[in-house]
């Protein structure tokens, strides 16, 4: 970018600007483009001076311009954070459908939002119908992505039906010429080695199973229906995965779900996991602190106190993401350990984007998979996807959308970082809950400059 021809009057600083401030430096970094400066004091004074009055060293501000710090004065940057929005909510190229096999489970974890399993399995007329909507979607032309995610219930529990399905859809890939993504999301207790692999041969790449802590937290949670306990099962399976070779190429993540009172039990899972598969880059950890969705469930009532607040879960999910990655191997991990901007909070508004329950009704969301009323649609015998009247406010642009929930958003410096955050929120509960505050932003950053030893002179 040239900027000998442009006067301070062409400029001006950027909306979504945050600064802080530790003892030996000041950090700038711009929300909207992810762009960060950390600054010795001298440096700082000039740059600061730059954006107070928009003038100084052409070297500084060509690179606050290239990092989005400051901007043309043409250039509405709102204006363009919605229209990358609807960009991906209108997304052409990507087929995505998370696909519940089964709404049945052979666990009864106590906190599970998925309260009162339908227990049905899905039939092959609608696994047909899928696949039929499918072909409509990628013709006449063909060369989409295609992703397919299972869940559940427990979607092992109809993995032979999986694997029909996934070698039908590849026939389907010949003739269209797709790109083919396909993830489970599964506790488990039946992904043995043997299903695993058969999985994987029918197409499926990447996987998650919950471990909620070490053994005892996590056998006190993740019982099975008879109340046996379930640590041993999975981490056999798991182990017996990690032992195939390295012409299994596969992403694995373990995720590790928490309460207020979990972080030790969550520091002995990760030391058993650097111990069991540090070495193997096919498997990651991750954490989040457990939600208190709405339910009819006596048993949450034991742990309902002790579920995290907004600050807390937000604290002890860094700390223990900042301690898993301190502990991999590869060092270089760390570099990615910062808030980057995003298109949406999650996919639910994409037009592109269905999920689709054992029956064939079309739900919004993964974590309203219980009431029929609930649904937004269904799934016609012809391949054809109908969406009724609740559809509409799940898959309209929040930025736009005639709700006053939205004017704080539209004035945060965060916004880029969480794009309004979580639509049931809005939705169901009509509120917005900030998933993403400035505290919690700072002791990201400034972490993350601190072990990168980044101060620009």
């Known amino acids: 970018m040239n900027i000998s021809t442009l006067t301070k009057e062409q400029l001006k600083v950027s909306s979504y600007n945050v600064m802080f401030s530790t003892n030996h430096e000041n950090i700038i970094y711009n929300t909207r483009t992810g762009a960060l400066l950390s600054l010795d004091n001298k440096t700082s004074d000039a740059v600061l001076d730059i954006l107070n009055s928009l003038e100084g060293r052409a070297d500084y501000i060509e690179t606050l311009l290239q990092n989005g710090f400051v901007i043309k004065q043409d250039f509405d940057e709102l204006e363009s954070i919605i ?6 909510m209108n997304d052409e190229e990507n087929i995505d459908i998370t696909i ?18 339908r227990d049905i399995f899905m039939d092959d007329i609608t696994y047909d119908n899928i696949l039929k909507y499918i072909i409509k979607q990628v013709k006449p032309f063909g060369n989409k992505t295609v992703n397919i995610n299972w869940y559940g219930g427990e979607p092992t529990l109809s993995y032979k039906k999986i694997i029909n399905f996934m070698n039908n859809l590849y026939e389907i890939k010949k003739e269209y010429n797709l790109k083919i993504n396909s993830s489970i999301v599964t506790n488990g207790v039946l992904l043995s080695r043997d299903v695993f692999i058969k999985l994987y041969n029918a197409g499926i790449r990447s996987f998650q199973v919950t471990i909620d802590g070490d053994k005892e937290t996590h056998d006190y949670f993740r019982k099975t229906k008879d109340g046996e306990p379930t640590f041993e099962i999975i981490f056999a399976n798991l182990q017996q995965i990690s032992e195939l070779d390295s012409s299994y190429s596969f992403n694995f993540s373990i995720r590790a779900n928490f309460l207020d009172d979990a972080e030790e039990s969550m520091h002995g899972l990760l030391s058993t996991f650097n111990e069991k598969f540090n070495s193997d880059k096919r498997f990651t950890i991750y954490f989040r602190p457990i939600y208190n969705f709405n339910t009819d469930r006596k048993d949450i009532k034991a742990i309902e106190n002790s579920i995290c607040n907004l600050e807390t879960g937000n604290k002890v999910q860094l700390d223990l993401e900042y301690a898993a990655r301190l502990s991999q191997s590869d060092s270089n991990q760390m570099l990615d350990f ?10 639910v508004v994409k037009k592109n984007f269905h999920i689709i329950g054992a029956d064939g009704t079309i739900f919004a969301c993964d974590t309203l998979l219980v009431d029929k009323e609930d649904g937004i649609g269904f799934l016609s015998n012809e391949g054809d996807i ?14 736009v959308e005639e709700d006053n929930l939205k004017d704080e958003c539209l004035t945060c410096t965060i916004l880029p970082l969480c794009m309004g955050g979580c639509r ?12 993403l505050d400035m505290k919690v932003l700072e002791r990201i950053v400034k972490r993350y400059v601190l072990e990168n030893d980044m101060i620009t002179g």
Do not use: G
């Open 338 to 347: 910062i808030p980057k901007p995003i298109y949406s909070w999650c996919n």
């Open 100 to 117: 519940l096999p089964s709404e049945s489970c052979n666990l009864s974890c106590s906190y599970c939002f998925i309260y009162t399993q």
């Open 386 to 399: 109908v969406l009724n009247q609740n559809a509409k406010k799940w898959k309209q642009n929040f930025l």
């Open 83 to 88: 229209k990358i929005h609807n960009n991906y």
């Open 424 to 435: 049931r929120n809005w939705i169901m509960d009509k509120k917005k809950v900030c998933s």
